[in-house]
């Protein structure tokens, strides 16, 4: 594993422990050039799965599919709100092991965020609007206020 710091080649492993959710390896490194200590994760990785994204002018883009990206915009539609980091890696995890369980090469990134819609529906329902305002592209207010009354809705049943 290369030094993040100085680039060096040779690094050694430390520390190994399992992270909470048993989904990955928490490895602390330190590097033998300058002495940087650093943490790495190992997630097993079932198959390469591209997602396809449909862009202007009905264009797709394809990209493999990138779990830290996927962290990040749920970590943000959570953001300031009670859910913890354990629930957002749960609930992550989840996601990435039925796209990569599917068995299908290419994903539509639209199955993907009905996904991550669908999750946080069940952990916070105000991550799920903030999510949705995203995905769906709200344009004005009363787009938030129709989409939040289905949710009081839903909630009522």
Do not use: W
């Not at 993040?4 to 048993?22: G, I, L």
């Amino acid at each position: 594993m290369r030094c993040p710091f100085c680039a060096h080649e040779d690094t050694q492993v430390k520390d190994s422990r399992p992270t909470e959710d048993n989904t990955s390896i928490r490895r602390r490194r330190q590097c033998s050039s300058c002495g940087a200590r650093f943490t790495t994760f190992e997630r097993v990785q079932l198959r390469e799965v591209t997602i396809v994204k449909s862009g202007e002018k009905g264009e797709e883009r394809r990209e493999a599919f990138d779990r830290s990206k996927l962290e990040r915009s749920v970590a943000l539609a959570c953001r300031k709100r009670d859910v913890s980091q354990e629930r957002i890696d749960q609930l992550v995890s989840g996601i990435q092991r039925q796209v990569e369980t599917a068995g299908e090469p290419e994903v539509p990134s639209a199955r993907i965020g009905e996904m991550v819609m669908e999750g946080l529906k069940q952990i916070d329902s105000v991550a799920y609007i903030r999510f949705a305002s995203v995905y769906r592209d709200f344009s004005e207010a009363r787009d938030f206020e129709e989409f939040a009354s289905t949710v009081q809705e839903a909630a009522k049943d």
